[in-house]
């Protein structure tokens, strides 16, 4: 997976035009059921990958990033996340949580183009309303 980690944060700098980090996260994959808990609160999402405050990304174990390009999109979305972290370019209000969903989406878009894929992708962030939503560590409302 390491290898596979560092082709897919060149690709991130790239597309994303963030400077490469010192560091790269950790991956690890996890349940889904562990994902929707965490990242989620409980709630039923469609959560595939999560990168809270720390050095590690969550993927869910279903996704095969190694042999299917969808699912490497996923795990370089988060990469993506990881970068706007690391350049401090955003802050952690929702319309920050917002802008940086749109940034790693389209990032991801970029890269799935690039292998020949078209999948529109929208927005897909649990629960994120910018009203008086209780927020989690990273700003984004649970």
């Known amino acids: 997976m390491g290898e596979l980690v560092a082709v897919l944060m060149s690709w991130a700098v ?5 400077p490469a980090p010192a560091s790269v996260p950790e991956v690890e994959p996890v349940s889904h059921a562990w994902l929707v808990a965490q990242a989620c609160g409980g709630v039923a999402c469609n959560v595939r990958g999560w990168l809270p405050p720390g050095q590690r990304i969550y993927l869910d174990d279903r996704l095969d990033p190694v042999n299917d390009t969808m699912d490497s999109s ?3 979305h988060e990469l993506v996340h990881y970068l706007q972290r690391e350049s401090g370019r955003f ?3 929702c319309s ?3 802008d940086k969903e749109r940034e790693a989406y389209a990032t991801q878009r970029s890269f799935l183009a690039a292998y020949g894929h078209h999948a ?3 927005i897909a962030i649990h629960g994120l309303a910018c009203g008086n939503a209780p927020s989690n560590d990273s700003g984004v409302p649970k």
């Not at 790239?14 to 963030?18: A, H, M, R, T």
């Open 120 to 122: 529109p992708m929208f």
């Open 91 to 93: 802050g952690n209000d």
């Open 74 to 76: 996923v795990l370089l």
């Open 96 to 98: 920050a949580a917002i």
């Open 14 to 18: 790239q597309l994303s035009g963030y």
